[in-house]
Antibody, heavy 120, light 107 residues
């Protein structure tokens, strides 16, 4: 069964770039059945879609974050990554990597989530 | 951007109750709607996709309906394990948006 695991620093300074990687195991990221995405959840708040990417295609971003977000795929390492630049305290959240079903546009598999705190 | 509005924000119910949560889209999304359950400290879990299709392994007391702009999630007989927060999520033109969530509490 495919599993997703986020990795990256838990603390990032204001104005710096948040970088996270999602390692996909138990299956290939080079599948036409899935998109790969990032979702975040500030403490005590709801879910926010950040962006998603197909293994061979262009990424798609939340318009509210588009100017600061880059999502990329490394098929040789079976992983995908998130960079969020110029972070502020408002970017403090649990960040989830996730797998979208292309046929249903629903997220059927999630990483466990990683808390990233923006603080000096 | 398509906005998703869930109601109510909080719902108090008892075990055995029939519970309905509504999600409205700011424009038509056909049936591109999913429902998730989230418990504290855990990742969300997919319950329903394409508005009415039950995800494998999800109890049949969960059901979804609707199309266009109005959707509902129904729990036919609330169980102790169902006290959680529920989110709807839409898909349209390579953009995904979540509702703000509905917390189902013990009455």
């Amino acid at each position: 069964q495919m599993q997703l695991q986020e990795s990256g620093p838990g603390l990032v300074k204001p104005s710096e770039t948040l970088s996270l990687t999602c390692i996909v195991s138990g299956g290939s990221i080079r599948s036409s059945s899935y998109y790969w995405g990032w979702i975040r959840q500030p403490p005590g708040k709801g879910l926010e879609w950040i962006g998603s990417i197909f293994y061979s295609g262009r990424p798609y971003y939340n318009p509210s974050l588009k100017s600061r977000v880059t999502i990329s795929v490394d098929t040789s390492k079976n992983q995908f990554s998130l960079n969020l630049s110029s972070v502020t305290a408002a970017d403090t959240a649990v960040y989830y990597c996730a797998r979208h079903l292309t046929a249903a546009a629903a997220i059927d598999s999630w990483g466990q989530g990683t808390l990233v705190t923006v603080s000096s | 951007d398509i906005q998703m509005t869930q109601s109510p924000s909080t719902l108090s119910a008892s075990v055995g109750d029939r519970v309905t949560i509504t999600c409205r889209a700011s424009q038509s999304i056909s049936n591109w709607l999913a429902w998730y359950q989230q418990k504290p400290g855990k990742a969300p879990k997919l319950l329903i996709y394409k508005a009415s299709y039950l995800e494998s392994g999800v109890p049949s007391r969960f059901s979804g309906s609707g199309s266009g702009t109005e959707f509902t999630l129904t729990i036919s007989s609330l169980q102790p394990d169902d006290f959680a927060t529920y989110y709807c999520q839409q898909y349209n033109s390579y953009s995904w948006t979540f509702g703000q969530g509905t917390k189902v509490e013990i009455k």
